[in-house]
């Protein structure tokens, strides 16, 4: 790419983050909510030493910041808590603290439902990545995972303030060294894949100057 050919590719990028930074500006909504959930978790791997029907319990919650930048994207930060115990036994399990970050989108704004039933209803879209500091029961250590999030979020809207919302949220481990159960899962350090899936119910909370949120502009 010769110079010429490099600055005019600048010059348009520039000009179009502009004009976005601009349109993104006018708009008349507020971009910053507030979430607050809580619900159960359903483990769905590693399956070793446990009853995974055991270990589906009312033991997570999780708060969340979220930015729209448009009608129809934003970003969300995220932390959460699970813990997960054996009925049996209940010292024995894994409690895991996870810090993240997602892309959301507007799943009603970008299928352009009817504005009638988006008025009241509303269904997000988000996925992203995390870390998870787990500690499990076995040990006094700490065992770091990285993680992989998808999810979709439903709404009901309240009043222009609160929303009424439903997520459903799989979580992937890309590595984990010890089960549900607290226990080391192989003899030999070698760490394994694991995955569990949130069912959450949930307030969120828009703040700012304008009437609607942009979920709801």
């Known amino acids: 790419m010769n110079l010429l050919s490099f600055r005019t590719s600048l010059a348009v990028s520039l000009i179009l983050l502009c004009s976005f930074i601009a349109s993104a500006q006018e708009a008349k909504f507020n971009r910053f ?44 930060g995220h932390y959460a808590f699970n813990r997960f115990a054996n009925p049996d036994n209940t010292e024995m399990g894994m409690s895991m603290n996870r810090v993240g970050l997602e892309g959301v989108a507007n799943v009603g704004r970008l299928l352009k439902v009817n504005n009638h039933l988006r008025e009241h209803f509303g269904l997000l879209f988000h996925t992203g990545i995390g870390v998870t500091f787990a500690k499990p029961s076995s040990v006094n250590g700490t065992d770091h995972m990285g993680n992989f999030l998808v999810g979709f ?65």
Not at 53 to 69: D, E, P, S, V
Not at 181 to 196: K, M, T, V, Y
């Open 33 to 76: 909510s507030l979430e607050l959930t809580t619900g159960v978790h359903v483990p769905l791997s590693p399956g070793t030493g446990i009853s995974r029907t055991k270990y589906i319990a009312f033991k997570q919650f999780g708060l969340a910041g979220r930015y729209m930048f448009t009608e129809k994207f934003g970003l969300k």
């Open 153 to 217: 979020t439903g709404e009901v809207k309240l009043n222009e303030s609160f929303t009424l919302l439903g997520d459903m949220t799989y979580v992937k481990n890309f590595k984990q060294h010890y089960g549900y159960d607290g226990q080391l899962l192989n003899a030999n350090l070698d760490p394994e894949p694991g995955s569990f899936v949130n069912v959450s119910i949930g307030v969120m909370y828009s703040f700012g100057e304008e009437k609607y949120h942009a979920d709801w502009y």
